[in-house]
């Protein structure tokens, strides 16, 4: 079997703060492969961004990876310079962010800034840069690329931006993908078209993307293998379909008990009660066990492993300990998976 | 054709707004200047005012101009100014313009070196500070730039003449040229080196502080961080990315910094004795040399409101958005694609 292209084997990622340490990222343990498209999910503030933004190392400098390693492509990244670091962004990791609006330079033609990106990873002369970016403008679906090339991009629509995000992004081919919410800003119809593109790209190059979300419905068109996070950690991680279809953590009952399409009309939309913790000081045990109506006494005490439940799904949680009580997933959920 | 006609459209808006500014201008400085406690005659008789009769001194008021409600004394004034004529300075004795010409090419010379100058060095200083945020070098130049900023100017200026001139003898403490050199440009360049440093520190910090605080805005923008996960450097990202946004607002600032930089120049030019409108201008307010002081504010206010005109025009090159109140008539509608 090939190696995967990224691996993260238990990293820590925490913030240095005047009141104390923030632990953003806890003990992340992920593997992607070629092609793969890992979707990570979770509540805002549970350390997805951080999580990715550590693997370009992009986190401000009061970010420190506290313990794990990050291996990209065999390769032993963690410590890494600036400089080496430089190399790979671009060409080997590459990130698209939430915002289409503000991301991409004011003043800058959207030609020159894909042609910027192209120039910096490999040795191309400017007509040959200018036809790999008219290239990818035509790959992510631009119309007339010739005449948008020299436009700056407050002539674009938030869609067409996040297309040229996209294009940049792409530009020297990199092997992994972190799409950081970045479908979110987008209206729903754009968003699916987004989607649709990078699942044509994914399939045109074999790139491996992990698409960052806090949105369900969005993830279950896109991702073969989903991850849920909260607090720092996975909880959760599986193919798409186990997790949709046999979630074991109670935090993942609860986001998906709250999808509005699983409540009956007339019903109230449920939802998870109380707030996910600060990571300033995080709670002992498990973090998730406060707002859990199954919580055992050990949830409080210790954290939980994860358990495996086949060799592709795993979640953690003290349910899945043999001398835990029985208890199957929410009503609502089973209602499902018998349609 | 249609973008000709916006374009003319416009300069003629210019323009009018142009001459309104002046107008106004010119109208607040005349009430101001002869609403003033002291007697123009004091300056054009000197002494003699004392034993003059009442008759005499009002002759003489008629003859120059000086009686009647200011606002006749207004509409005399301006419609002479346009047919040429700026009136007699009552302090020297001959027509104001000729006072002023020789010396508006010393204060353009020293106020425009030292505007470039600092704009120059603030830039630079700016670029320098931003790129190396918070280490060592950027909060010491920081210290070092506030402190220098609130050294007063005219005590500054003392001091050096007193370390360069005095002590030193290296150089000349005031003037613009010794005589019969106004034309080389060495001595010019030597007279002009302490007047520069005093305008120099008394400016530098401001607007570098300004520009490198708008370049640390940019830096934490998140076109920064596409542009960082591309794989560009930091020198990449200060210089190419995020300078060409702050230029724009450099520009503008430079526009703006006009008056501050020309009062910097006034004070230079009193402090060392630099013959120059700046040193005028004082004089003729001193004086109460109408004619004099509402040429130098002419001369002043034209300068000012032209620049920062010119500067807007810049900004829409550099920054087509800035554009005012146009149509947006090249929105490109959204590609059927997305």
């Known amino acids: 079997m090939a190696e995967p292209v990224l691996q993260l084997n238990n990293l820590s990622v925490s913030f240095d703060t005047s009141s104390g340490e923030v632990e953003a990222v806890r003990d992340i343990s992920l593997s992607l492969n070629k092609g793969e498209i890992l979707a990570v999910v979770g509540e805002s503030g549970c350390g997805k961004t951080v999580m990715s933004q550590s693997v370009l190392k992009l986190l401000p400098k009061t970010s420190r990876i506290k313990q794990g ?15 080496q670091m430089r190399r790979l962004r671009g060409s080997v990791l590459s990130m698209v962010f939430q915002d289409p609006m503000t991301t991409l330079n004011p003043t800058i033609p959207i030609g020159k800034q894909i042609t910027e990106s ?12 200018r036809q790999r970016a008219l290239e990818m403008l035509n790959l992510v679906g631009i119309e007339n690329p010739e005449q948008m090339f020299a436009l700056q991009p407050h ?44 699942l044509d790209i994914r399939d045109k ?21 989903v991850a849920v996070m909260y607090a720092g950690k996975i909880v959760e991680i599986g193919t798409a379909e186990e997790v949709y279809y046999d979630p074991r953590h109670p935090y993942v009952w609860g986001l998906m008990s709250a999808l509005p399409s699983l409540t009956k009309e007339g019903e109230d939309l449920t939802s998870i009660s109380g707030m996910p913790p600060v990571m300033l000081n995080p709670p002992l045990g498990d973090a998730f066990a406060v707002r859990n109506e199954f919580a055992l006494a050990i949830d409080y005490e210790e954290m939980p492993p994860m358990f495996q439940i086949s060799p592709t799904h795993s979640a953690a949680t003290w349910l899945l300990d043999e001398r835990a009580p029985k208890i199957t997933s929410p009503i609502s959920l089973q209602r499902r998976t018998e349609v | 054709m249609n973008r ?62 000086l009686d009647g ?16 004529d700026f009136g007699l300075s009552l302090k020297y004795k001959t027509p104001a313009l000729e006072v002023v010409s020789p010396l508006i090419g010393n204060t353009l010379l020293l ?99 300004m520009i490198r605080n708008k370049l640390l805005d940019e830096i934490r923008k998140d076109y920064v961080l596409l542009a960082k996960s591309k794989g560009c ?105 997305s």
């Open chain 1, 205 to 225: 190059s074999g790139i491996s993307i992990v698409f960052i979300s806090h949105d369900f419905g969005t993830v279950a068109r896109i991702a073969d293998r």
């Open chain 2, 69 to 84: 409600p200011i606002y006749l004394q207004y509409s005399k004034w301006i419609s002479n100014v346009l047919q040429g």
């Open chain 2, 111 to 209: 106020g425009g070196t030292a505007y470039i100058l600092v704009f120059v060095l603030a830039t630079l200083l700016a670029l320098f500070c931003a790129r190396n945020e918070d280490t060592l070098v950027d909060r010491i130049i920081c210290k070092v730039g506030t402190a220098a900023y609130y050294i007063p100017p005219f005590w500054l200026g003392v001091v050096l003449v007193l370390i360069f001139s005095i002590n030193l003898q290296w150089l000349p403490s005031s003037g613009a040229y010794d005589i019969g050199k106004s034309g080389d440009i060495l001595n010019r360049i030597q007279h002009m080196i302490l007047p520069l440093v005093v305008m120099i520190l008394s400016h530098l910090w401001y607007y570098a502080y």
């Open chain 2, 233 to 337: 450097n930091k020198d990449e990202i200060v210089f190419k990315h995020c300078f060409r946004n702050v230029a724009p607002t450099i520009v503008s600032i430079m526009a703006i910094s006009i008056p501050h930089v020309l009062s910097g120049t006034y004070i230079a030019e009193s402090v060392f004795n630099y013959p120059g409108i700046g040193a005028l201008a004082v004089v003729s307010a001193k004086y109460h040399d109408y004619n004099l002081l509402m040429l130098v504010v002419l001369i002043t206010g034209i300068l000012v409101v032209s620049t920062s005109m010119i500067a807007q025009s810049i900004n829409e090159v550099i920054d087509p958005r800035m554009k005012l109140k146009e149509v947006p008539t090249c929105r490109i509608i959204e590609s059927s694609s």
């Open chain 1, 155 to 198: 002539f674009f629509s938030g869609g067409m931006r996040q297309r040229c995000v996209l294009a940049i992004a792409l530009a020297s081919n990199p092997k992994v993908l972190f799409a950081d919410e970045a479908t979110t800003a987008l209206d729903v119809t754009v968003q699916a078209k987004i989607i649709d593109l990078l």
């Open chain 1, 69 to 83: 390693r990050i291996i990209v492509d065999g390769e032993d990244i963690t410590d890494y310079t600036e400089k």
């Open chain 1, 118 to 129: 192209i120039s910096k990873h490999t040795r191309v002369s400017r007509e040959q840069a």
């Open chain 2, 4 to 65: 000709k006609a916006t374009i003319s459209k416009k300069l003629i808006k210019r323009i009018l707004g142009f001459i309104l500014t002046i107008f106004i201008l010119s109208v607040g400085v005349f009430y101001i200047a002869r609403l003033a406690p002291g007697d123009p005659l004091q300056s054009y008789y000197g002494d003699a005012v004392e034993s003059m009769t009442t008759a005499e001194l009002d002759a003489a008021r008629v003859r120059l101009g």
